[in-house]
């Protein structure tokens, strides 16, 4: 800034300079320090002692001898005062610097006042968030939760959560954008560890992601399984054979088969052991149903879908005197094959 000058007064004024250094702020500047010169102005002879009044930011008195010649302009440095000034987003404050003389012969007092006031600082970045928290954990969720940065002069408008199945953020990575600084996470695998970081955006850019923070799912239920497959069916019994599910990130404990005349499966059987697993205790010629789930620490999976089967026709034999189930053949163009067993009830052959 140049030098401003009061007004004249019988050929003597105060003059003001302000100097910003640096000279513009910037998005890094947090302070500016600014110093405050003060002259004076004479355009005849004087040949006294004078003093500056200063006013306004800075205060006191400031003796000097003026010494100046007819037909000439003097002008004399009085004073310097410095100071360190914050500078803030909003900008400001304005400081007002003034002074003026007293002491002169002929009892003239000019005077002069300046202000200037602080450049905003412009916006940049948010801080870098706070290490992530987390809530309401189950197996396919997490809730991540992060501390609100500074915005650093400009309002949040975005956010970015990351998850990955590893530190490094090079596998099973996932972004997602959010409104707010916290997210519920979902869609996860059960039993497993996810790596999570988050930043957030202003006008001015991204910030850093934060540092990361770890978490796992809690373990599920197994899952789903297909129908059981059922073979070496007889009378009274038969064997299911059926694919393990997903685990849910938990050990299978157990399978439960379940059979019944129904669909309903009201009433059922439940046979329990590992594939392939005979199902007992069945009702010999009879159309029968059977589902399987499997059991972890957690709970049991969903029944799977239905598999229909009919038992063989029974029969039994006495053997060492007690009755026991028989198979029944029958020889078919010289084969002998299972056969089933009828009864005619009311005039109509039944199993």
Request: proline letters at 6%.
């Amino acid at each position: 800034m140049a030098i401003t000058w009061g007004a004249v007064q019988r050929n003597l004024a105060v003059g003001i300079d302000i100097i910003m250094s640096p000279g513009s702020v910037g998005a890094g500047t947090t302070a500016v320090t600014i110093t405050v010169n003060y002259y004076v102005r004479a355009f005849e002879a004087y040949h006294d002692d004078q003093t500056m009044n200063l006013t306004g930011g800075f205060y006191g008195p400031v003796n000097y001898r003026l010494d100046s010649n007819n037909g000439t302009t003097t002008d004399r440095h009085i004073a310097s005062r410095t100071f360190t000034a914050n500078t803030s987003y909003s900008g400001g404050p304005t400081y007002t610097f003034g002074a003026y003389l007293t002491g002169v012969y002929n009892g003239v007092q000019p005077s002069h006042s300046r202000s200037i006031t602080v450049p905003a600082r412009p916006p940049s970045p948010p801080n870098t968030s706070g290490n992530p928290t987390f809530s309401n954990v189950t197996s396919s969720n997490i809730r991540v939760t992060s501390a609100v940065p500074g915005n650093n002069g400009a309002a949040i408008v975005e956010w970015q959560f990351q998850r990955a199945t590893n530190a490094a953020f090079t596998a099973g990575v996932a972004t997602y954008s959010h409104n707010g600084h916290i997210l519920d996470i979902s869609g996860l695998a059960p039993a497993t560890t996810y790596y999570f970081r988050v930043r957030s955006r202003n006008a001015a850019g991204w910030a850093g992601w934060s540092a990361t923070g770890s978490r796992a799912t809690l373990a599920a239920a197994p899952g789903a399984m297909a129908a059981p497959t059922i073979t070496d069916v007889l009378p009274t019994e038969a064997r299911a054979t059926f694919a393990a599910p997903s685990n849910g990130g938990s050990a299978i404990t157990r399978y439960e088969v379940q059979t019944s005349a129904n669909t309903s499966y009201s009433p059922a059987l439940t046979h329990t052991g590992s594939s392939p697993l005979p199902l007992t205790g069945l009702d010999p010629g009879q159309k029968h149903f059977a589902r399987v789930r499997a059991v972890n620490a957690v709970g049991a999976g969903p029944w799977s879908g239905s598999s229909e089967f009919t038992t063989l026709s029974g029969s039994a034999v006495k053997v060492d005197g007690i009755w026991r189930s028989a198979k029944t053949y029958v020889k078919v163009d010289g084969t002998w094959r299972l056969a089933k067993v009828h009864k005619k009830v009311e005039g109509v052959w039944r199993l």
